[in-house]
């Protein structure tokens, strides 16, 4: 399970990056929801306190 969930968090987060910076006006919303949920994988990992 927490390979799943940090391969997800750094799914979001290539997608994020590529989006941000390939389709800059195209996506906006798509973007900022998509680094939403990496910082809520992100903070679910810390707050589990399960180390890498």
């Given at each position: ?24 006006e ?18 679910y990992?810390?707050?589990t306190?399960?180390?890498?």
């Amino acid at each position: 399970m927490k390979d799943l969930v940090w391969l997800i968090v750094v799914i979001l987060l290539l997608g994020w990056l590529v989006g941000y910076f390939g389709f800059r006006e195209a996506v906006g919303s798509f973007i900022h929801i998509l680094l939403i949920l990496a910082v809520i994988g992100i903070l679910y990992r810390l707050a589990t306190g399960k180390k890498l």
